[in-house]
């Protein structure tokens, strides 16, 4: 069989084989250079951070559904400074709602979804050995570590973690208590891994691929990686920048953002002023826009590779959804100025931007549709992550959907920071992201540890999961319609014009708190199937692509022979074979 | 048996009059009794003062049936001040140190006005922060040596506390919430601070003898400092008298 031309061929598998040693502990599971420790690294660092960003939800969701009320038990242990007497003050309040963004949003989904599928994923789907760049890739982890680390870290300084938001926004996060230099150096330590991620991810991808391996022979999960890594690269140095300057006005006395003049607390601020604070928002808002197709995108490529193969036939409109991905990627650069209607700017910027957000939507409701249309006429099993992927595509689209008013200036100004804006983006990405991401950790287990997880506890986890995310976010849209502000410590109690809608608060922390408890089965799950799970042969959901080639788990160097793809990803149910699955590595 | 109880305490009354007799002989050991008394009056025609304006929580503008009367500053008969501290700025025994008294000073919410507007605390006492009122309040201090204390009080969270650990001259606390609400504090490292009450007087009791700096300090009006020479056991007055400059 011949091989596609154009394609950089590589020997490395011959490499790894003459430099296998075994390695000791230390250099095996903790700073280790193989791709799949550091994503399993990646992704447990994730999973933890998302708990940990969760029980900061579920505090925060206590005082929103009885504002005032004492937390009985597990208030008292934060002590007078936090909670006097159980009571939440609206410092802490403001901590949490601050360490929430930033812990889910660079914590806990982007490690997760790019880290942590990425580093493991990715090179084997490609038929790699490894990543291009093993030491950086363990530089990169490590360098999320020690953001992590940074920010818990805040939590115990005086003052208490950043409470600006997970926005940062000047000049308050400025003049803000010591917690928000942390967070600033926390971030500089979590952009600087996510670059050299980035750089690691198009590298492996475009140099590393199998024979015969031709882009438009990409599994989408791999083009969903690439245009990621894409957005990553050249997003997030803004923000890097933007986040030393930040730190500069805050310990060396520069006004990057500081305006001359500004009044705090009835003085007027000595500094040496001139700076703009607005320009922070553009740097933020820079990253922060290409940040959402960061969080979507891996997730969008993480369902199409597991309907694919629960459909058993090919992606519908892979093409389309292929070039959808790319142009999405190149759009989300100059849509950023749609979170900031509220500056004042002109009325031709605004119309500018207002213009790229609705067609950017395009590409989107593009690939939204090419999924729903690949259920199509299939023989779906509905497994466990079948049944999440499937979620996906619903959750997905409310919260693409609700996005669409927040895109035009006239209706976004009355809906700007309220709880509408808050249900929009968490049906993108907590039903929507992370759904996909518990989907890809359902169908990769047995890839990682070659055992299943099971399947009961995986269906009471996702029916819980999915019938209480919806608990907890519908009823925040009818909270942020009636104009409550999302920045509100007791959800607007103190104001006549929430008392409507304050009961709805209840419900939503009530679904919260009960999703909790629907995480238990898929956590005692994920451990018990470590040991315990049925043991799966190397392919166990009969797929097309590179990765179930490899051993489950596989190996160092991971293919015992180096694999070529002959074909398209999805080869399911192709007329006149023997089988339903014609893999893309098998010559015949 | 009664008649030797009776020597024994006979004997014990005995010796605490010697000890007494010694103490009080003693130089440096005078008791001190001076005191400094002073009335502060306001000169010239008082000015027309808008009241508070509560409106802007309409929970604080109901707690009130009349209208609340501005705070920076408040006349008594006579024009005297209120809410005027006075205390000992030089003077004192170099080296010599106050204990701070285990009662705490109270800022009380009520009203949506702090109580009292203007006061004093030493250094390390016990600052209560009450919120009577039952609504959201911020207590915001602006200090320059001590940490700023900037904390929300909810509803439900009806005392908090703190203190300083510097000495600082008057800085001003404030309420985010409401911006009328203001109140002065002054950190001491010694208790010889008196605020005025409406009829304008003060009284600095329980110094030494000697030769002090005495400061008035109005919110508005600035600062005044007079030198006041008092003997054991005297009683010296020093008044003020503040203007719009």
Request: charged letters at 10%; glycine letters at 10%.
């Amino acid at each position: 069989m011949s091989h596609p031309t154009g394609v950089d061929h590589h020997k490395p598998h011959a490499a790894h084989e003459v430099h296998h040693e075994e390695l000791g502990f230390w250099r095996k599971y903790v700073f280790s250079t193989d791709h799949k420790v550091i994503g399993i690294q990646y992704a447990v660092t994730g999973m933890l951070f998302l708990l940990f960003g969760f029980v900061l939800m579920m505090l925060m969701r206590w005082n929103l559904a009885y504002p005032g009320v004492p937390l009985p038990i597990i208030g008292t242990l934060f002590g007078d400074a936090r909670m006097p007497g159980g009571t939440m003050l609206p410092e802490f309040y403001n901590e949490l709602g601050a360490m929430h963004g930033t812990i889910m949003v660079f914590l806990g989904v982007v490690p997760l979804a790019v880290g942590g599928f990425g580093n493991f994923v990715l090179p084997l789907q490609i038929g790699a050995p490894d990543m291009a760049f093993p030491k950086i890739n363990m530089m990169s982890y490590w360098c999320l570590f020690l953001g992590g680390i940074t920010m818990l870290g805040s939590f115990f300084v005086p003052g208490g973690a950043a409470q600006s938001g997970w926005t940062s926004y000047t000049p308050l996060s400025v003049i803000a208590g010591s917690g928000q230099t942390w967070w600033l150096v926390g971030m500089i330590f979590l952009i600087t891994s996510s670059l050299l991620g980035a750089l690691n991810f198009l590298t492996t991808t475009i140099q590393l691929r199998a024979k015969g391996l031709t882009f438009m022979r990409f599994p989408f999960f791999v083009w969903a990686q690439f245009v990621t890594s894409f957005l990553l690269l050249l997003a997030f140095p803004p923000l890097e920048a933007a986040g030393v300057m930040q730190l500069m006005d805050r310990v060396a006395g520069t006004s990057f953002f500081m305006p001359s003049g500004l009044v705090v607390s009835g003085q007027v601020l000595a500094n040496a002023g001139g700076g703009n604070t607005v320009l922070w928002q553009h740097l933020f808002w820079f990253l922060a826009h290409p940040e959402v197709y960061v969080l979507i995108l891996p997730a969008m490529g993480i369902v199409a590779e597991i309907i694919a193969n629960n459909t058993r036939k090919p992606l519908w409109g892979y093409r389309a959804m292929v070039y959808s991905i790319v142009f999405l990627g190149f759009v989300s650069f100059i849509v950023w100025a749609h979170h900031m209607f509220m500056t004042g700017m002109g009325t031709a910027m605004a119309a500018f931007f207002q213009t790229t957000t609705m067609i950017i939507s395009i590409p989107s409701i593009v690939i939204l549709t090419s999924l729903m249309l690949s259920l199509w006429g299939g023989s779906i099993r509905f497994n466990t992550p079948m049944l999440f992927a499937v979620a996906f595509l619903p959750m997905f689209g409310i919260g693409g959907l609700t996005g669409l008013p927040l895109g035009l200036n006239i209706s976004d100004i009355p809906l700007h920071d309220t709880y509408y804006v808050i249900a929009h983006f968490h049906y993108v990405v907590a039903p929507g992201t992370i759904f996909a991401l518990f989907a890809g950790i359902y169908y990769w287990y047995p890839k990682a540890t070659g055992r299943m997880m099971n399947e009961t506890l995986g269906r009471i986890h996702f029916w819980g999961s999915l019938v209480m995310m919806n608990v907890v976010f519908m009823p925040m849209f009818i909270v942020g319609l009636a104009g409550v502000s999302r920045r509100l410590f007791d959800a607007g109690s103190a104001y006549d014009f929430a008392q409507p809608v304050m009961q709805w608060n209840v419900v939503s922390s009530w679904g919260a708190w009960l999703m909790g408890i629907f995480q238990i089965p898929f956590i005692f799950n994920f451990f018990w199937s470590i040991r315990n799970g049925k043991t799966v042969s190397a392919n166990p959901w009969e797929a097309t692509t590179i990765e179930w080639a490899a051993p489950s788990p596989p190996p160092h160097g991971n293919f015992a022979v180096e694999p070529q793809a002959y074909r398209g990803p999805y080869e399911y149910s192709v007329p006149g074979a023997a089988k339903d699955f014609t893999p893309q590595h098998e010559a015949t | 048996m009664t008649k030797e109880i009776n020597m024994r305490a006979i004997g014990s009354r005995l010796w605490l009059v010697a000890v007494l007799a010694a103490v009080l002989g003693w130089p440096g050991a005078a008791f001190a009794a001076a005191t400094i008394t002073g009335t502060i009056t306001f000169a010239g025609k008082a000015p027309a003062l808008k009241p508070l304006a509560m409106d802007a929580d309409p929970a604080c503008a109901k707690m009130h049936k009349a209208p609340v009367p501005a705070e920076m500053l408040v006349l008594g008969n006579g024009n005297s001040m209120g809410n005027v501290m006075v205390w000992v700025s030089k003077g004192l025994p170099a080296g010599k140190t106050y204990p701070a008294p285990k009662t705490p000073v109270t800022l009380d919410q009520k009203g949506c006005v702090y109580m009292p507007h203007v006061m004093g605390i030493m250094v390390g006492q016990a600052y209560r922060i009450l919120n009577s009122d039952g609504i959201l309040h911020n207590i915001h201090t602006l200090p320059k040596i001590n940490p700023a204390f900037n904390r929300g009080q909810p509803a439900t969270v009806k005392e908090m506390t703190t203190n300083f650990p510097k000495p600082e001259n008057m800085f001003q606390v404030k309420c985010d919430v409401h911006p009328w609400m203001n109140a002065y504090i002054g950190v001491f490292t010694n208790p010889f601070y008196a605020v005025t009450g409406a009829d304008g007087k003060f009284s600095i009791a329980g110094l030494d003898a000697g030769t002090y700096e005495i400061t008035a300090w109005h919110e508005r009006l600035g600062t005044q400092t007079a030198t006041v020479t008092v003997g054991a056991n005297d009683t010296k007055p020093q008044d003020f008298k503040f203007a719009v400059k």
